[in-house]
């Protein structure tokens, strides 16, 4: 894949850059955005999205890397800050996408390196950036371990600074120039101590990186002053202004690196994968209760339903079928708009809409339909679509899909009290975590207490491809997928708060091992609960 890079000066951008590398993309250009010149805020502006300290430096990057550089002016200010991101004209993120487009149009991209690892506001808005222009982000740094993390860009030979200081702990005289392996123990102290985030996620510290392996030129800084931004006697805030600059030749052998091996690659090797104890066997007396279903037992003409709202604002609609019958000159997309079509007017009729949907089972008859049926499903939602199951299944013939979903809204006019906003977490950027969204689906929403999960198999989220390795492995991937998204959207949910899973298999036989990974999971969080002896409270509902 051709991508651009976004760089800003510091570490994360810069290792970004050499994961995408490692994954067999090709860097062909670079883009960055600096404050306009008439805003008299020459160092750095105040803004949510970019990192601008040192921006007079980033002019140098594209005879370091040996690329184009293109360059933009912010513009715009913080107008959109919540949750979701949509299109606002005097907004920065459209600097952002003008740049972007601009790139596209010269250099012919189809990705975006992005060194976002902790801020969905920042994620949020590159990706819809990307998504309005069609294009792929890449965010391998995205929810890594930041201990771990800083270590690999340590050892991978970025040498970076520190450029700017903004937390407590963090001292303009005694830190501000050291490189990241001299900054290490003290970061590390930091976060034992206080909550500092390691990789400066929280605003702690800026960095500029003066080479790394993908350079060809490495940056020297002849000479710099301290600017003190706020001298606050506990958190003062500073940075580093490069007063002169050069550029010096590195030798032949400096542009081979190394990559850590992938963080979301499984090895069948792995103890994780094959049972290490008698208890990890599948157990032979499970109770499996598997039958085979006839066309005649199913009539999908009398299967609508739906369950009535509940006091808590849910609803389920169930059997919306879509029929398909080419030889009445009906084809599989008209099918698939009439069914929606059908599920809409009934929702319309209970006071509901499309948009309160927040979970979707999908059950079609064949996977070969898929990408017509989700031609016409992407275009039924909006930015935050329900999360979604989606297998083939046994169906009638004449039956293109069949789908049952589950609502929630809120009776304003009957409950006053004040109710947690709708969470949605719809991650589109490629990365090492976890199966990107790439579809019209969120991998979860969070409705006051619970979490509503998506459907996950066993991809490896860098490729997007199927893990090799049989059902054991496809088991260990899928929850640990399920255990990551979980995390993410409540930082002390595990497996063990799962109040209801579903989990399809191709083949009765495969019952018993997918149980016995399922239980083995659950004695590790188990364990680790003991161990932590915390009182978890959150509970969350799932699919996977």
Known sequence: MRVVALISGGKDS?????????????IVALANLR?????????????????????????????????????????????????????????????????????????????VSVGAILSDYQRVRVEDVCRRLNLQPLAYLWRRKQEILLKEIISSNI?????????????????LGKTLDQMEPDLLELSEKYGVHVC???????????????????????????VVHSADAFAPVAYLRFLKLHLENKGES????????????????????????????????????????KHSTLDFTKTFGSSGKSPSGYQWFSGITAHFLPSKGKNAQEAAREAFSSLQANMTSEGLKLKDIILVHLYMKSMKDFNVINSVYVTQFDLCPPARVCVETLLPDGVLFCIDCLAHKYDIATD??????????????????????IGPYSQSIKVGDVLYCAGQIALVP?????????????????????ERVLEAMSQKTALHHIITA???????????????????KLRECKKIKTAQRRNYSAKCAIRC
Request: glycine share 6%.
């Open 502 to 520: 579903s989990c399809y298999v191709t083949d009765s036989k495969h019952i018993p091992i997918a149980h016995s990974i399922w239980q083995k």
């Open 416 to 437: 006053d009290v004040l109710h947690d906003e709708k969470l949605v977490m719809h991650v589109q950027s490629i990365s090492h975590w976890a199966p990107a969204s």
């Open 254 to 293: 400096s542009g081979m690196f190394m990559v850590n091996s992938c963080s979301c690659e499984v090895s069948c090797d792995d103890d994780d994968i094959f049972p290490s104890s008698e208890d990890d066997e599948p157990q032979k007396n499970i109770l499996v209760l598997w039958k085979s279903l």
């Open 200 to 226: 400066g996620e929280g605003g702690e510290y800026e960095t500029f990186t003066l080479d790394c392996p993908l350079f060809k030129k490495k940056i020297v800084v002849d000479s710099a002053k301290v």
């Open 35 to 111: 404050p306009a010149e008439n805003t008299g805020q020459t160092d750095e502006l105040d803004s949510y999205m970019y990192q601008t300290v040192g921006h007079h430096a980033i002019a140098l990057y594209a005879d370091a890397l040996d690329l184009p550089l293109y360059r933009g002016f912010i513009k715009g200010t913080s107008v959109n800050t919540g949750r979701v991101y949509t299109t606002c004209q005097e907004d920065e993120v459209e600097d952002l996408y003008h740049l972007m487009k601009l790139v596209k149009d010269k250099e012919g991209v189809e990705g």
């Open 159 to 175: 040498q970076a600074i520190i450029i700017k200081v903004a937390a407590f702990g963090l001292d303009p005289d005694k830190h």
């Open 14 to 26: 810069c290792y970004n850059m050499m994961q995408c590398v490692a994954a067999g993309h090709q």
């Open 462 to 482: 860098c490729t997007m491809q199927l893990v090799s390795g049989g059902i054991r492995t496809e088991a260990i991937v899928s929850l640990r997928h399920v």
